[in-house]
């Protein structure tokens, strides 16, 4: 977690290497205006999401270390336990997440009547299924800008002949 007065211990521990480093002394916090503050501010927000991608990738790592555990301990176990037990008493992950995606389908299962019967889903009707699809339309002109002036000289410069001197 960072402190929340991040951009002023950062700058008044930058004031103070400047001091040190050259002499020189700057404004204190307190007297900057908002402009300078709000300087400040994005100079340290790269700092922060420096920090908040760390503190991401600390969280992944544990999660997927404590998942490397747990499928070990669950392979231990089911081995022990035999293949005949359902999978929503399995420890391993794996298990655990085909035992929740379940648990969170049969609702939907459940309150969406059947129109179509499973024979209905398999066979596919003998005639071409129309789709109402119309031709894409491409605006060349965006897609091929204008050439600047700059790649007109450019193109100029390497096309052209140089210059010869006369033989008199």
Known sequence: MLPPNLTRHFYETRRTFLKNATGQESTP??????????????????????????????????????????????????????????????GCPGCSAVAALLALLEPLDASTPSVMGLADVTNFPSMPLSFDARPISVDLSKLFPRRSPFDVYRAEFWTRKPPTADKA
Do not use: H, Y
């Open 29 to 90: 916090w307190f007297q900057l205006s908002a402009m300078e503050r709000s300087v400040a501010e994005s100079e340290v927000e790269i700092f922060r999401q420096a920090i908040r991608a760390a503190e991401e990738e600390q969280d992944l790592l544990a999660s997927l270390d404590k998942t490397a555990e747990a499928s070990r301990a669950g392979t231990e176990s089911t081995a022990d336990a035999g293949a005949d037990s359902p999978p929503e008493n399995c």
